[in-house]
């Protein structure tokens, strides 16, 4: 019933946007995990969440889903809470992430209701993320002369995480189409 009504008026009640920011939240710091846990086994390390950014995909759903206020509470909360539960992503690195999942979250969940194609949603949101974040880091590094994050790491993660951001791209416009087909279904 309550698909039908995200299809008809398009706004969610407080109730589903807290649950969807919840189970991204729960995703952005399982997943991960999850891909060290590979990564450990494989030999890889760290490599395969650097490569696949298991943490992105969740809060830009999450926005794509339940809009600008569930997707940026879930991508502020989840590198905090992975960060307390894990040590991952580094303390070095924590407030950049938890900026940039936030812009994510809320750039894909402003977009929610945009008539566009998903996939120009989900790039206009990545390259908002990644674009506050360089912001963030060149702050921090020309503005309060901080070393601990090198200014060479905006264009490093952007070629690592390559492959994650065209699995986003594939996954994101195909469950957005999926869940659309689901409600048509229902009706």
Same mark, same amino acid.
């Given at each position: 019933?309550?698909?039908?009504?995200?299809?008809?008026?398009?706004?969610?009640? /407080?109730?589903?946007?807290?649950?969807?920011?919840?189970?991204?939240?729960?995703?952005?710091?399982?997943?991960?995990?999850? /891909? @060290?846990?590979?990564?450990? &086994?494989?030999?890889?390390? $760290?490599?395969?969440?650097?490569?696949?950014?298991?943490? @992105?995909?969740?809060?830009?759903? $999450?926005?794509?889903?339940?809009?600008?206020?569930?997707?940026?509470?879930?991508? &502020? +909360?989840?590198?905090? &809470?992975?960060?307390?539960?894990?040590?991952?992503?580094?303390?070095?690195?924590?407030?950049?992430?938890?900026?940039?999942?936030?812009?994510?979250?809320?750039?894909?969940?402003?977009?929610?209701?945009?008539?566009?194609?998903?996939?120009?949603? +989900?790039?206009?949101?990545? +390259?908002?993320?990644?674009?506050?974040?360089?912001?963030?880091?060149? &702050?921090?590094?020309?503005?309060?002369?901080?070393?601990?994050?090198?200014?060479?790491?905006?264009?490093?993660?952007?070629?690592?995480?390559?492959?994650?951001?065209?699995?986003?791209?594939?996954?994101?416009?195909?469950? +957005?189409?999926?869940?659309?087909?689901?409600?048509?279904?229902?009706?």
């Amino acid at each position: 019933m309550q698909t039908i009504a995200l299809k008809q008026n398009k706004k969610l009640s /407080f109730k589903a946007q807290t649950a969807a920011a919840a189970i991204a939240i729960v995703s952005a710091v399982v997943l991960p995990q999850l /891909f @060290h846990l590979m990564g450990l &086994i494989s030999g890889t390390g $760290a490599a395969l969440g650097e490569t696949f950014l298991p943490m @992105h995909l969740p809060i830009i759903a $999450a926005g794509l889903f339940a809009g600008p206020c569930a997707g940026a509470a879930a991508g &502020i +909360v989840s590198p905090l &809470i992975s960060f307390a539960l894990t040590g991952m992503p580094a303390a070095s690195m924590l407030p950049f992430m938890m900026i940039e999942l936030c812009v994510y979250g809320f750039a894909s969940g402003a977009l929610r209701n945009v008539k566009m194609p998903v996939i120009l949603k +989900v790039v206009i949101a990545q +390259v908002a993320g990644r674009a506050v974040r360089a912001a963030a880091i060149l &702050i921090a590094f020309y503005g309060f002369e901080s070393t601990a994050v090198p200014v060479s790491v905006i264009w490093n993660s952007i070629l690592t995480g390559i492959f994650g951001i065209v699995l986003q791209w594939v996954i994101l416009p195909l469950a +957005v189409y999926r869940f659309e087909k689901s409600n048509e279904n229902d009706r």
